[in-house]
C-alpha cells in the first residue's frame, strides 16, 4: 500500500553529465507505505534523494543518493533508534541489504536466493523497520551518488572519497548533517556496514565520536573483510580459510561419511582449533618443516576440506581459495563453486585451471538486483533519471595506506561504554570467511576486558546471508534483539 507525496526541494544545483543529462543534488522525494511486519502493521514514510556533501568551506563538493525509512505509526518516535547502512566494494551501492535484507521491500527470489521471473520486490514481513527507522546510503560514485563541479566547471579531486580515510570523514560528515535535517540526535544510533562496509564503520564508530560528536549504540558487522588478513596473506589467512573449506565440502557432500553424517556446526570447533593449533604453525614452518610433519598436516586437511593430500601437498599446504572453488568439484561434476556462496554452482569451459571463469553467484544476484532496483526506485520511490544507477562504481585507485580501522573500533568502544558489536557472517562464504571475522572480533580488544560486548552470529549461506529466506527472518530477528540489548534503558554510560 502506498500513498504518493512528492516533495521537491532546493533544486538549484545539479549535476552536469552533458548538455541535456541532470540530475538533482539536494532533492527529497517522499511516498507513504504500510508493510505488515511480524503481524503487525507498520506505516511508514519512504523519503529518497540528495544530500551534498561539504568541504571546510562549505561548499558541495559531491551529493548523495540515499532512501530514508522512517515508521510514522510510533508513539515513541523522538527516541526510535535509526540504522546507518552501507555497503562495501569499495564502490559497491547499497541496493543489497536495501531489498534483501533490512528494508520493507525484498526480491521476488525463492527460498534459497536464486532468481526468479518476473523480477521485482515484494514486501519484506521480516524487516527491522518495526523497531528502527533506517537509511541507505550511497558513497560516491556508487547508486546516483556523484562528485559536484565547482563554479569553474572544476571537479574535487579524487583523494578527498577514494581511500579507507577520505571515505570515513567525508560520510562521518554527511551522517552529521543527515541527523541534524531528520532531528534524529536524541535516537539511539547503529551503524552497519556490509564486506568492505565492515572496514567502513569500524572506521566510523571512531570518526563519529571524535570528530562529529555522535555517540553510537552499536556497530554490525555483515560478512566484515578485514584487510589487515586479507591483503596480509600468509599462514594466518591460510589457515583461518580451513573451517570454510569444511562447510562448503560438507554442503557438496565431499566430505568423509565420519564427517558428514554430522551436522556442520557440530564439526566447526574440531576444524577451528586445528587450523589454530596446527595448521598455522605448520604453515609458518615453511621449508623448515619435517616431511612427516607435512604429510600429517596434509592427510588431516584433506580430511576436513573434500581435497586429495596429493593435491593439498602440491600447494605446500597453502591452499588458495581460488583453487578451492576449482578444485573441490572437478573430479565429481567439474563444475565450480562460488566465491561470495559456494552453495552457488559454475560452469567453466574446461575442466583444467586453477581458478574459475566468473563468479557464479555474483551473477545470479545481478540477475535480481539490477532490474529490481531501478523498477522499485522508479515506480514506488517516485525518482526517475535517465542518469544510470551503478551498482558498481568507479572508486579510482582507492588508497587503502594507515588503515587503524579495527583499532578505531576498539577505542571508540573503550571510550563508550553503550556501545556494542554484532558480527553476522555466512558459514559458506569464501571471499571474507566466518573465521576470518571470528579472528578479527577477538583482535578488536585483545585485553578481553570488553569481550562481553561482542557478539557473533553464523548461518548456513554465504557473504549475503539474508538470500535464503530461513536465514533472512533469522538474521532480522539477530538484529532486533542486539538492537533491543544495546539500549541504555536508564543506565549510565560508565564502567
Not at 17 to 37: A, E, M, R, W
Not at 199 to 210: A, K
Not at 384 to 395: A, I, L, P, Q, R
Amino acid at each position: 500500500m502506498k500513498n504518493h507525496l512528492i516533495i521537491l526541494l532546493c533544486l538549484s544545483f545539479t549535476f552536469c553529465f552533458s548538455q541535456n543529462l541532470k540530475i538533482p543534488t539536494d532533492t527529497t522525494y517522499v511516498t507513504n507505505h504500510s508493510v505488515t511486519i511480524k503481524g503487525k502493521q507498520i506505516n511508514y514514510k519512504a523519503e529518497t534523494g540528495f544530500q551534498p556533501v561539504w568541504d571546510t568551506e562549505g561548499q558541495m563538493i559531491a551529493s548523495l543518493y540515499y532512501t530514508y525509512y522512517k515508521r510514522t505509526n510510533d508513539a515513541k518516535d523522538k527516541n526510535r533508534p535509526i540504522v546507518y547502512s552501507f555497503n562495501g566494494g569499495p564502490g559497491s551501492a547499497s541496493l543489497w541489504m536495501h531489498i534483501a535484507y533490512t528494508g520493507p521491500k525484498v526480491l521476488n527470489i525463492d527460498d534459497e536466493g536464486y532468481p526468479t521471473q518476473p523480477y521485482g520486490v515484494k514486501d519484506n514481513p521480516n524487516s527491522i523497520l518495526d523497531v528502527a527507522d533506517i537509511v541507505f546510503i550511497n558513497p560516491v560514485n556508487t547508486g546516483y551518488s556523484r562528485k559536484v563541479a565547482d563554479k569553474e566547471g572544476k571537479m574535487p579531486d579524487d583523494k578527498l572519497f577514494f581511500g579507507v580515510n577520505a571515505d570515513i570523514e567525508y560520510l562521518a560528515s554527511w551522517m552529521n548533517t543527515f541527523t541534524t535535517r531528520h532531528n534524529k540526535w536524541q535516537s539511539p544510533k547503529y551503524i552497519i556496514g556490509e564486506s568492505y562496509g565492515g572496514t567502513r564503520v569500524m572506521g566510523l564508530s571512531l570518526e563519529l565520536q571524535n570528530k562529529q560528536w555522535m555517540y553510537l549504540n552499536g556497530v554490525i558487522l555483515v560478512s566484515p573483510a578485514d584487510y589487515k588478513v586479507l591483503r596480509v596473506g600468509g599462514p594466518l589467512a591460510s589457515s583461518l580459510n580451513l573451517p570454510y573449506y569444511t562447510a562448503a565440502a560438507w554442503y557438496h557432500k565431499m566430505l568423509s561419511p565420519a564427517l558428514q553424517n554430522k551436522d556442520l556446526l557440530d564439526i566447526l570447533p574440531e576444524v577451528e582449533h586445528f587450523a589454530i593449533n596446527d595448521l598455522m604453525p605448520a604453515l609458518a614452518k615453511g621449508s623448515s618443516i619435517s616431511d612427516d610433519e607435512k604429510q600429517a598436516i596434509a592427510k588431516q586437511m584433506g580430511y576436513y576440506s573434500g581435497l586429495s593430500e596429493n593435491v593439498i601437498t602440491q600447494q605446500n599446504l597453502d591452499v588458495p581459495n581460488r583453487f578451492f572453488w576449482k578444485e573441490l568439484l572437478r573430479d565429481k561434476t567439474g563444475e565450480t563453486i562460488g566465491r561470495l556462496d559456494s552453495r552457488y554452482i559454475g560452469i567453466d569451459k574446461v575442466e583444467t585451471g586453477t581458478s574459475p571463469d566468473y563468479s557464479a553467484e555474483l551473477t545470479s544476484w545481478l540477475h535480481s538486483f539490477t532490474p529490481a532496483i531501478n523498477y522499485y526506485i522508479q515506480n514506488e520511490l517516485g525518482f526517475k533519471t535517465d542518469v544510470k544507477y551503478n551498482v558498481f562504481g568507479n572508486t579510482g585507485r582507492w588508497d587503502n595506506s594507515n588503515d587503524n580501522t579495527r583499532d578505531d573500533l576498539r577505542q571508540a568502544m573503550a571510550q563508550n561504554p553503550y556501545l556494542k558489536v554484532l558480527t553476522q557472517s555466512g558459514y559458506y562464504d569464501g571471499a571474507t570467511t566466518y573465521f576470518s571475522a571470528k579472528y578479527s572480533q577477538w583482535q578488536v580488544d585483545p585485553s578481553g576486558k570488553m569481550k562481553d560486548r561482542f557478539s557473533f552470529k553464523g548461518y548456513r549461506s554465504g557473504h549475503m546471508m539474508y538470500l535464503r529466506n530461513e536465514d533472512l527472518i533469522k538474521a532480522n530477528d539477530d538484529l532486533r534483539e542486539f538492537i533491543e540489548n544495546s539500549l541504555a534503558k536508564g543506565k549510565s554510560a560508565k564502567y
